[in-house]
């Protein structure tokens, strides 16, 4: 049983294929809370993301060692944002710290975060000035990072994933909000109190392979794209204009160069064969990036839930929300 008369720590783990670090990353938050933060008892929270190998039998391992661990287990994989949202809303600490189980989000700044909301701060965030990662990839999200802030029409905070610590205000905030497509690092920006920043150096995956693709930073820059920016849609309506102001010129020019010059001038196949590919092109790129608009809305139109659970695991029956 938790005690009544300390403030608790609710930290959240997402996993997925994390067998050889949910042990370690348990053992770590648990020794850096006892250590750093005696005055605060704790909660530690997986929630799996429909794992292919022995990560749930290892949670439910730990869950039977020690009740202030709790676990939900969703029928399958729902994605790299649902899940890890779906977790922080079922949290009952007094603040929720997500954390991922590589090692990559320092467990050593836990305490840092702790002492800032000590002082008033609702939202304690980490932002990466370092990273030990794949240093094209570090780039390649610093430039998105940079690309996103500069469009969105809400402020965007560079290098900021999700890691830091929630004041359960926030947290309730999160629970009113039913989005079935949340992009939290958006919400944080757009409907966050006043917070404190903290700089830190990201780490290198302790094991594992990681679990992002080409697909899935697509996948989340265009979720942040069509939330947070206007930009497609207002970029689409001005190239179409200019573009159509060009052809307009040029369609013009070569009916005033064939009424100077009738028998001689001959522009042959090859300017309009340009204008149709190029046209088409345009066309096509503008139909996607209308199409991710309106996937957005249809998700969001359906109101699916955010996950579908298929275990519980040390829930009392008043913990549920």
Partial sequence: MQDNKKKVISVMIPTY???????????????????????????????????????REIIE????????????????????????????????????IPLCADFQDPVELIPVFVSEWEKGYKLVIGRKTKSKENPIMYFLRGCYYKTIKRMSSVEMIEQFTGFGLYDKSFIETLRQLHDPTPFIRGIVAELGPERKEIEYEQQKRRAGKTHNNFYTLFDAAMLSFTSYTKVGMRMATFVGFLISLLSFMVGLFYLIAKLVSWNSFSAGYAPTMIAVFFMGGVQLAFLGLLAEYVMSMNTRIMNRPLVVEEKRINFDQEDGV
């Fill in 17 to 55: 294929n994390e067998g050889k670090n949910a042990r370690p990353i348990y053992e770590a938050v648990r020794d850096e809370i006892t250590d750093k933060c005696p005055n605060y008892d704790y909660e530690i929270l997986f929630i799996d993301n429909k794992s292919e190998d022995h990560t």
């Fill in 61 to 96: 391992d730990i869950c039977a060692q020690d009740k202030k661990v709790k676990a939900i287990f969703n029928c399958k994989n729902f994605g790299q944002f649902n899940s890890p949202y779906y977790g922080m809303i079922h949290t009952s600490g007094d603040c929720t």
